[in-house]
């Protein structure tokens, strides 16, 4: 299987969104239109390859929230003030919890995070 790049890519988006979103507030994100943006494109990008992983990285990953990421990217998709709550709700809830199941599973199964020729 050839996960390790995908799995990189989703590391770096979710590194991305929670280094933007550091100290702030939810009231600071939803008055800020750049950060609201690039928090949005790093949430797609994250959404988006994990919908690409193939169903057996799925199958081996349970405890990974697809369905509320699969959710969340409906969601984001369509303007307005709901797009911007659960960018804010995937930001502080999704990310982390992705971040840190990756992690787990780097330890666990390595071989899915090495990168082969």
């Given at each position: 299987?050839f996960?390790?790049?995908?799995?990189?890519?989703i590391e770096?988006?979710?590194?991305g969104?929670?280094?933007l979103?550091?100290?702030l507030?939810?009231?600071?994100?939803?008055?800020?239109?750049?950060?609201?943006?690039?928090?949005?494109r790093q949430?797609?990008?994250?959404a988006?390859?994990?919908?690409?992983?193939?169903?057996e990285?799925?199958?081996?990953?349970p405890e990974?929230e697809?369905d509320?990421w699969?959710?969340?990217?409906a969601?984001?998709a369509?303007?307005g003030?709901?797009r911007?709550?659960?960018?804010?709700?995937a930001?502080r809830s999704l990310?982390?919890?992705t971040l840190?199941?990756?992690?787990?599973?780097r330890?666990?199964?390595?071989?899915?995070f090495?990168?082969?020729a």
């Amino acid at each position: 299987m050839f996960t390790a790049p995908l799995f990189k890519l989703i590391e770096e988006a979710g590194e991305g969104v929670l280094l933007l979103l550091e100290d702030l507030q939810e009231a600071e994100f939803l008055r800020s239109r750049l950060t609201r943006l690039e928090v949005l494109r790093q949430l797609h990008t994250m959404a988006d390859t994990l919908g690409a992983l193939p169903p057996e990285v799925r199958t081996a990953m349970p405890e990974l929230e697809w369905d509320g990421w699969r959710s969340a990217a409906a969601a984001m998709a369509a303007e307005g003030a709901q797009r911007d709550e659960t960018a804010w709700f995937a930001a502080r809830s999704l990310v982390p919890a992705t971040l840190s199941w990756l992690r787990v599973y780097r330890d666990a199964e390595p071989a899915m995070f090495e990168y082969r020729a």
